[in-house]
Nanobody, 122 residues
Framework: QVQLVESGGGLVQPGGSLTLSCAAS????????MGWYRQAPGKERELVAT???????KYADSVKGRFTISRDNAKNTVYLQMNNLKPEDTAVYYC????????????????WGQGTQVTVSS
């Protein structure tokens, strides 16, 4: 069973930055697609960013140009660098893994972390 543990959330002012980390158990990061999703109160969980096993990244339109997904295969860790944060980025952020490697279908993201809270407020 894959275990994913997120960290790095917190309270930040609008325009600020945070970097989220997702540590994975087992040697899965290099062979899986990894994704970041978020869920705001009263809203459905939505895609933020994904990276397939070849390193190709995709982003939600709302975060393009502000967020960057990356991974360190040696550390089995995936990151989400978030810049120019806005109040509407406030949500619980979840890390997920897709063993198919392509990250195309949300249904293939079968392992999820517990989430880390990001609050953007002045």
């Amino acid at each position: 069973q894959v275990q994913l543990v997120e960290s790095g959330g917190g309270l930040v002012q609008p325009g600020g930055s945070l970097t989220l980390s997702c540590a994975a158990s087992g040697n899965i990061v290099r062979i899986s697609a990894m994704g970041w999703y978020r869920q705001a109160p009263g809203k459905e969980r939505e895609l933020v960013a994904t990276m397939d096993s070849l390193g190709s990244a995709k982003y939600a339109d709302s975060v393009k140009g502000r967020f960057t997904i990356s991974r360190d295969n040696a550390k089995n860790t995936v990151y989400l660098q978030m810049n120019n944060l806005k109040p509407e980025d406030t949500a619980v952020y979840y890390c997920a893994s897709d063993p198919s490697g392509d990250g195309v279908l949300r249904a293939n993201f079968g392992s999820w972390g517990q989430g880390t809270q990001v609050t953007v407020s002045s």
